[in-house]
């Protein structure tokens, strides 16, 4: 299942120690920032998905589809349900009602409240 997790191996684009890092702490700071900078950085909210949901040939739109079919056996009818799979069209990407955050980065989102200092 899943799918919302970073397919890149072994890139982190949050951070700064990786397989090849320098051997101070700045170098990691300044390879995180130049890695943020660059095109392959990663936002941090979410505004659209891939859906999991198909169209039929009807224009309908629903997660899976099935068919009644007859099975006649013994001289008994039977009617089973028959899952569609083919002819099928994925709906596509659609915009999520508010952002979210993406899954990959790394802060830890809480609120604080103030203590009263003597």
């Not at 970073?6 to 397989?19: E, I, L, R």
């Not at 700045?26 to 943020?36: D, F, H, K, P, T």
């Not at 999520?96 to 409240?113: A, Q, T």
């Amino acid at each position: 299942m899943g799918g919302s997790g970073s397919k890149a191996k072994g890139v982190w684009p949050f951070s700064g120690s990786g397989a090849a890092g320098g051997d101070s702490a700045s170098e990691g700071n300044e390879q995180s920032v130049a890695r943020l900078k660059s095109s392959r950085n990663a936002a941090p909210f979410v505004f659209t998905r891939r859906s999991s949901l198909y169209y039929d040939e009807d224009g309908d739109l629903a997660h899976e589809f099935y068919e009644e079919t007859v099975v006649t056996k013994n001289g008994r009818k039977k009617s089973k349900l028959k899952r569609i799979q083919k002819n099928l069209i994925p709906q596509g990407v659609v915009k999520l009602d508010h952002p979210c955050i993406h899954v990959d980065f790394p802060i830890i989102l809480c609120e604080v409240s103030k203590v009263a200092q003597d």
